[in-house]
């Protein structure tokens, strides 16, 4: 009786979860949209070498990266935290200068920021996370936190083990929960694919779920309510 009890609350709980999706019409042609930010009202987007912002879910938007005549070659990525927009971009400007940028005016300027991250960390950009206190950038086998106050990247997490990439990372508490996959490994279900990071005395739990069937999967993201 519980089972079909937990049945038929699934089915009720995935019906109005689908039910609150609605289409949005996007900018332009080109049907690629590279990442997605929701901050409040505003919904920012980036398709190829362009960023649009709406904040009528989606029926106007409006296009910032061109307003001081800066053309990215490639935007993979956007997101805002701190009322700052933070951006990669991977074939960079046309001067060749690709990577990191801040932009402090919501895309009307943008500035090159790479401070704090080594030069032999960049590379491999996977994605921005924003949480609640902190808001971090996963570059492969490294993850960075963004100091507001010396505006500058500083290491937040380093697990010195080979063949690790992390994927994702979330806060809860004084814990960080980072996603890792094992790349270049005959046998990747061998490796953990979390890792348990504490803030508070810098101990690190690594986990391979082998009895749920979790260990068999990559995490690609997180989400707590």
Same mark, same amino acid.
């Given at each position: 009786?519980?089972?079909?009890?937990?049945?038929?609350? =699934? =089915?009720?709980?995935?019906?109005?979860?689908?039910?609150?999706? /609605?289409? &949005?019409?996007?900018?332009?042609?080109?049907?690629?949209?590279? !990442?997605?930010?929701? $901050?409040?009202? *505003?919904?920012?987007?980036?398709?190829?070498? !362009? @960023?649009?912002?709406?904040? %009528?879910?989606?029926?106007?938007? #409006?296009? &910032? *990266?061109?307003?001081?005549?800066?053309?990215?070659?490639?935007?993979?990525?956007? @997101?805002?935290?701190?009322?700052?927009?933070? &951006?990669?971009?991977?074939?960079?400007?046309?001067?060749?200068?690709?990577?990191?940028?801040?932009?402090?005016? %919501?895309? #009307?300027?943008?500035?090159?920021?790479? $401070?704090?991250?080594?030069?032999? *960390?960049?590379?491999?950009?996977?994605?921005?996370?924003?949480?609640?206190?902190?808001?971090?950038?996963?570059?492969?086998?490294?993850?960075?936190?963004?100091? #507001?106050?010396?505006?500058?990247? $500083?290491?937040?997490?380093?697990? /010195?083990?080979?063949?690790?990439?992390?994927?994702?990372?979330?806060?809860?508490?004084?814990? &960080?929960?980072?996603?890792?996959?094992?790349?270049?490994?005959?046998?990747?279900?061998?490796?953990?694919?979390?890792?348990?990071? !504490?803030?508070?005395?810098?101990?690190?739990?690594?986990?391979? *779920?082998? #009895? !749920?069937?979790?260990?068999?999967?990559?995490?690609?993201?997180?989400?707590?309510?």
């Amino acid at each position: 009786m519980k089972r079909i009890i937990y049945l038929i609350a =699934f =089915f009720v709980i995935l019906t109005t979860s689908y039910s609150q999706w /609605e289409l &949005l019409k996007g900018p332009g042609r080109n049907k690629t949209i590279n !990442s997605v930010d929701v $901050e409040g009202n *505003d919904i920012y987007i980036t398709i190829y070498n !362009s @960023i649009f912002k709406t904040t %009528d879910l989606g029926k106007n938007w #409006i296009k &910032l *990266d061109h307003q001081n005549n800066q053309v990215f070659a490639g935007v993979y990525s956007v @997101i805002k935290y701190n009322n700052m927009l933070f &951006l990669y971009t991977s074939k960079g400007l046309l001067d060749q200068n690709y990577g990191l940028y801040i932009s402090t005016d %919501d895309g #009307i300027s943008w500035l090159q920021h790479n $401070e704090g991250i080594a030069t032999e *960390d960049f590379g491999g950009f996977i994605r921005f996370c924003k949480c609640e206190s902190e808001m971090y950038l996963i570059l492969l086998g490294h993850i960075y936190k963004y100091n #507001i106050n010396k505006n500058k990247w $500083e290491k937040a997490f380093k697990w /010195e083990q080979p063949h690790f990439r992390y994927t994702t990372v979330i806060e809860y508490k004084d814990k &960080l929960f980072i996603g890792t996959f094992a790349e270049g490994v005959s046998s990747r279900y061998n490796y953990p694919n979390l890792l348990i990071y !504490s803030k508070t005395d810098g101990s690190v739990v690594a986990i391979r *779920d082998t #009895i !749920s069937g979790l260990g068999f999967y990559s995490i690609n993201s997180f989400a707590k309510k």
